[in-house]
T-cell receptor
């Protein structure tokens, strides 16, 4: 099993540019989560999907952020336009929605906005 | 969300047991206690979770106080690979869809 796959692993972009982060969950998992980690705020949940449907996006910081899950094997997190304060490590996680459904995290994408 | 209190850091010698405490005095009756850890430069990794009874798995044991206001994660024989930040997270069980709120955790250092 390849685990949760995220791309790119590192992204450096200039302020104002559009950034798209990608995630492939573990095959068969039906829940997907996007988290962001910074030194100041720690690890925080941005949004999660169940069966490709967004369930809770209350953690999305503002309208510049959007997330989609067009099918069970792919999700994107888009930032448009990007700002320096968006610099962080973004993690994607997936789980199998069952009583013992622990979340499996990907390796993360380190985003730097200059 | 239940508030948690964990030591900022702990040290342990290699091959010795480690007891990582967590206070969650405001936990609700239906919250499970989840533990995750994050190794350097990696995403968090599930360790264990429980509700009321003590739990064991291949990675660790979880001891839950009778009043559920605290719990202890036990690593029976620490290795260098166990050096990580350990997070204690009370969360309402939602069949894998738990909204996990990560605090600052405990940074565990293993001394060779």
């Amino acid at each position: 099993d390849a685990g949760v796959i995220q791309s790119p692993r590192h992204e450096v972009t200039e302020m104002g540019q559009e950034v798209t982060l990608r995630c492939k969950p573990i095959s068969g998992h039906n829940s997907l989560f996007w988290y962001r980690q910074t030194m100041m705020r720690g690890l925080e949940l941005l949004i999660y999907f169940n069966n490709n449907v967004p369930i809770d996006d209350s953690g999305m910081p503002e309208d510049r952020f959007s997330a989609k899950m067009p099918n069970a094997s792919f999700s994107t997190l888009k930032i448009q336009p990007s700002e320096p304060r968006d610099s962080a490590v973004y993690f994607c996680a997936s789980s199998l929605a069952r009583p013992e459904g622990e979340q499996y995290f990907g390796p993360g994408t380190r985003l730097t906005v200059t | 969300d239940a508030k948690t209190t964990q030591p900022n850091s702990m040290e342990s010698n290699e091959e010795e047991p480690v007891h990582l405490p967590c206070n969650h005095s405001t936990i609700s009756g239906t919250d499970y206690i989840h533990w995750y850890r994050q190794l350097p430069s990696q995403g968090p990794e599930y360790v264990i979770h429980g509700l009321t009874s003590n739990v064991n798995n291949r990675m660790a044991s979880l001891a839950i106080a009778e009043d559920r206001k605290s719990s202890t994660l036990i690593l029976h024989r620490a290795t260098l690979r166990d050096a990580a930040v350990y997070y204690c997270i009370p969360a309402l069980s939602n069949f894998g869809n738990e909204k996990l709120t990560f605090g600052t955790g405990t940074r565990l250092t293993i001394i060779p």
